[in-house]
């Protein structure tokens, strides 16, 4: 019996401690869990990124959206002082929030512009291609210093700057190794994968990104709500308009005519203003590139002729002196050809890329008030602007 005993308590005590190691995991996942110093963004459109919210630090997540999680890149944010986690040995650490930026892309300069945050740039990729008045300024003031792109990158001018990251554009997959030295020299580099987002929406929530960089969740949340509400508004507003007018996108090039693809942001954006796009029961997301030959018996009856034209001077005689043909297409011949290049400075650079990709809404109300103008009569075009004769 004392034998029996025995092992009935040794029994008891091994149970007991399971359930206190177990209590203590729940404890510690409860601890890691805890928000405590941050205000919380939550991601619903965009598929690229992800961040998590701990104690102490925020995981950002850059997620490759050509296959492979083992090319997620993770991204430790902190405030200044906190302890390093563990269990994240390939993330960079990025001190938060962060009050010196050196950004790579003018949409980049759209993020900061949503959350009246342009006062972080410290350095551009390149300074002409702005087009928001206050960078500009900046710039003028040599408040921004112009550090070159990709493998023209002034590393030397750069870790002399020490900005507390760089923001550039790409994917976790790509070939980063222009950017090494500054990682060596303890610089973080952040890649802003936007660009591969399938639709508006998603492309703008991206500023999310930018707030919890700048401890801005507050601010973004409340923002970027009005946006989603109304884009969904006029999305909805525009679903059972009658008839849905056909369009066609873009221009024929030397190599081809490169058509958004039906899951493109391009191609949601035709098909949540009302419009009948041909090509949007194409699979993939980017562009298809086109033959002129492919593009020609749709061009001919198509009733709008959108994205025309890389210059603010263009006119629809310029566009015919392109290429003859264009004088076939239906909406050449009534004047219904618009280009996004209404809002373009001095040195070419074009608002469409900036402060579009963050004001989806705004966009398709433009293309709300060109496809179906009786819906939104008192709406003023922004981005895109009728191409003169």
């Known amino acids: 019996m004392p034998r029996i005993s025995h092992l009935l308590l040794l029994l008891t005590l091994v149970i007991q401690g399971c359930n206190s ?61 906190a302890a390093l986690p563990g269990g994240y040995p390939r993330a960079q650490r990025i001190e938060v929030p962060v009050t010196n930026l050196v950004a790579m892309s003018s949409m980049h300069v759209g993020l900061l512009g949503f959350l009246d945050a342009e006062n972080v740039l410290t350095g551009l990729g390149s300074l002409q291609y702005v087009y928001s008045p206050k960078v500009i300024a900046s710039i003028k003031a040599g408040k921004i210093a112009g550090v070159g792109r990709d493998q023209g990158l002034n590393d030397e001018k750069v870790i002399e700057m020490q900005p507390g990251l760089v923001m550039t554009i790409g994917n976790p997959g790509g070939n980063m190794d222009h950017y090494r030295m500054l990682k060596e020299a303890g610089i973080p580099v952040l890649i802003n994968s936007e660009w591969v987002e399938q639709t508006p929406l998603a492309r703008a929530e991206w500023v999310k990104l930018m707030a919890a960089l700048l401890d801005k969740e507050a601010l973004v949340n409340e923002k970027f709500a009005q946006v989603e509400a109304e884009y969904e508004r ?61 593009v020609y018996p749709f061009a001919l009856t198509a009733d709008y002729w959108l994205n025309v034209g890389f210059d603010s001077r263009d006119t629809r005689k310029s566009i015919l002196a392109q290429d003859s043909r264009y004088g076939d297409f239906k909406a050449m011949k009534t004047g219904r050809v618009y280009s996004y290049n209404r809002r373009v400075s001095e040195q070419g650079s074009n608002d469409f890329f900036e402060s579009g990709s963050v004001n989806p809404h705004t966009v398709l109300a433009d293309l709300i008030r060109i496809f179906h103008p009786e819906l939104l009569p008192e709406h003023q075009l922004v981005y895109y602007k009728q191409l003169p004769e």
């Open 234 to 294: 006029l999305s909805a507003l525009a679903s059972n308009a009658t008839p849905k007018p056909t369009v066609l996108s873009g221009l024929n090039t030397k190599d081809a005519w490169f058509m958004p693809a039906g899951n493109s942001y391009m191609a949601r954006f035709f098909k949540d203003a009302g419009a009948d796009y041909h090509w949007h029961d194409s699979p993939a997301t980017g562009s298809l590139p086109l033959s002129f030959e492919a």
């Open 21 to 81: 190691n177990r209590n203590e995991q729940q404890e510690q996942i409860a601890v890691n869990d805890t928000i405590t110093g941050f205000t919380k963004t939550e991601i619903h459109h965009a598929k690229g990124f992800s961040i998590q919210y701990f104690k102490d630090f925020k995981l950002v997540s850059i997620i490759n959206p050509f296959g492979g999680e083992g090319d997620t890149l993770q991204y430790i944010l902190q405030k200044k002082g």
